[in-house]
């Protein structure tokens, strides 16, 4: 039951970079048969009640109607827990995964931080110097 | 036991400045500044809901309470004034939870310790972004050297408040801290006479007042409102 319940969690978006799951963004810590434990990237992340929301959504769908939602801060989320698929994803999306930073338009090492702020909270922006290109990548947290 | 009155002040002090840091929506010296700064009002935005609701309901809090409830430090409530006197107000408040969430990282209470372990991630990067700033400006043009020696002098008064009760032990550390940017942005460490203090017990500037009436009032005229 909890590999179902992981199947479903693997379905589920991240609502503001679609291409990657939430599994894959690293921010499901446990899945049991009772509940499912994430942990938000940042305190103030808009995104977190849309993607207990979009999981409420999928397991109810999958019939796991009494499978709950707990959110847990620590350990506090790191960059680190993204996976490895996830990350190709990001770069092949255009954004830059956390980790050594290459440009995701031109795959060039030289680039460089334009603000360490960027789109949404966990990203920031960074150009090519190669191609000239600005893109966003993740936050190293 | 969990502090109630530590976790009130703290959401306080994130929930104001983060109101303060919305302000500038619109309106930064740029683009990239303007994210920055909106980036930073959302994470302490998400602290101050964390903070509040281990007191009670975050929203009710935030919403519904009088200026006299509130004890956020003095600091956060100021106005942004020029770019300048944001930064320094910045630097100096998030140097401060800096330290302060690092410390209470290790505390007993685990709902505070979680908080402060996630808080702490995000103010390091608004404490970077901060002293890069000072340093720009206070090592910049006569004029954005004037500019930031006013503003971090406008600040400094309210930095006493920042080292009340238990959090007198960190004063040491961020002496260290704010002295190093302030030498290498060529700005001298302002003379502090009587600091200005009061917020922590509700006792505010007369900022505070302002600041609540435009958050609160939809939920004062509409008790409950969605959309």
Same mark, same amino acid.
């Given at each position: 039951?909890?590999?179902?319940?992981? /199947?479903?969690?693997?379905?589920?978006?991240?609502?503001?970079?679609?291409?990657?799951?939430?599994?894959?963004?690293?921010?499901?810590?446990?899945?049991?048969?009772? /509940?499912?434990?994430?942990?938000?990237?940042?305190?103030?992340?808009?995104?977190?009640?849309?993607? /207990?929301?979009?999981?409420?959504?999928?397991?109810?769908?999958?019939?796991?109607?009494?499978?709950?939602?707990?959110?847990?801060?620590?350990? /506090?989320?790191?960059?680190?827990?993204?996976?490895?698929?996830?990350?190709?994803?990001?770069?092949?999306?255009?954004?830059?995964?956390?980790?050594?930073?290459?440009?995701?338009?031109?795959?060039?090492?030289?680039?460089?931080?334009?603000?360490?702020?960027?789109?949404?909270?966990?990203?920031?922006?960074?150009?090519?110097?190669?191609?000239?290109?600005?893109?966003?990548?993740?936050?190293?947290? | 036991?969990?502090?109630?009155?530590?976790?009130?002040?703290?959401?306080?002090?994130?929930?104001?400045?983060?109101?303060?840091?919305?302000?500038?929506?619109?309106?930064?010296?740029?683009?990239?500044?303007?994210?920055?700064?909106?980036?930073?009002?959302?994470?302490?935005?998400?602290?101050?809901?964390?903070?509040?609701?281990?007191?009670?309901?975050?929203?009710?809090?935030?919403?519904?309470?009088?200026?006299?409830?509130?004890?956020?430090?003095?600091?956060?409530?100021?106005?942004?004034?020029?770019?300048?006197?944001?930064?320094?107000?910045?630097?100096?408040?998030?140097?401060?939870?800096?330290?302060?969430?690092?410390?209470?990282?290790?505390?007993?209470?685990?709902?505070?310790?979680?908080?402060?372990?996630?808080?702490?991630?995000?103010?390091?990067?608004?404490?970077?972004?901060?002293?890069?700033?000072?340093?720009?400006?206070?090592?910049?043009?006569?004029?954005?050297?004037?500019?930031?020696?006013?503003?971090?002098?406008?600040?400094?008064?309210?930095?006493?408040?920042?080292?009340?009760?238990?959090?007198?032990?960190?004063?040491?550390?961020?002496?260290?801290?704010?002295?190093?940017?302030?030498?290498?942005?060529?700005?001298?460490?302002?003379?502090?006479?009587?600091?200005?203090?009061?917020?922590?017990?509700?006792?505010?500037?007369?900022?505070?007042?302002?600041?609540?009436?435009?958050?609160?009032?939809?939920?004062?005229?509409?008790?409950?409102?969605?959309?």
């Amino acid at each position: 039951m909890r590999d179902a319940i992981m /199947a479903v969690l693997e379905a589920v978006p991240d609502p503001e970079i679609p291409v990657i799951s939430v599994v894959e963004l690293g921010i499901v810590r446990e899945v049991t048969e009772e /509940a499912v434990v994430v942990t938000p990237t940042y305190s103030g992340c808009p995104a977190t009640l849309a993607i /207990a929301r979009d999981i409420r959504k999928a397991l109810d769908e999958a019939g796991f109607f009494d499978v709950a939602i707990r959110t847990e801060l620590a350990p /506090a989320w790191t960059t680190d827990w993204m996976t490895a698929a996830g990350r190709e994803k990001l770069l092949a999306y255009g954004i830059a995964p956390p980790g050594v930073a290459v440009c995701p338009q031109c795959g060039s090492g030289q680039v460089e931080e334009i603000s360490r702020f960027g789109s949404t909270p966990c990203k920031a922006l960074w150009r090519c110097l190669a191609c000239r290109e600005p893109f966003d990548r993740f936050k190293c947290i | 036991m969990m502090d109630e009155k530590q976790a009130l002040a703290l959401g306080d002090d994130a929930l104001i400045l983060g109101h303060r840091l919305s302000e500038w929506c619109g309106h930064a010296p740029s683009l990239e500044i303007d994210l920055a700064l909106a980036n930073i009002g959302l994470d302490l935005l998400g602290q101050a809901q964390f903070f509040l609701a281990l007191v009670g309901d975050a929203d009710a809090l935030a919403y519904r309470r009088d200026e006299d409830g509130f004890c956020n430090c003095l600091l956060v409530e100021q106005p942004n004034g020029d770019f300048a006197r944001t930064v320094a107000r910045q630097f100096l408040f998030s140097a401060w939870q800096e330290l302060m969430f690092a410390e209470m990282a290790g505390s007993a209470d685990a709902r505070m310790a979680a908080i402060a372990g996630k808080a702490r991630k995000e103010v390091i990067y608004h404490a970077s972004f901060a002293a890069d700033w000072m340093v720009r400006l206070g090592d910049g043009t006569d004029e954005s050297h004037r500019r930031m020696a006013e503003g971090l002098d406008f600040c400094w008064r309210f930095t006493d408040e920042l080292f009340a009760g238990s959090w007198a032990g960190l004063r040491a550390g961020w002496d260290a801290r704010v002295d190093a940017v302030l030498r290498e942005a060529g700005l001298a460490r302002p003379k502090l006479g009587r600091g200005v203090t009061g917020g922590r017990e509700g006792r505010h500037s007369e900022h505070l007042g302002h600041i609540l009436a435009e958050m609160q009032y939809l939920q004062r005229s509409f008790p409950d409102a969605v959309w």
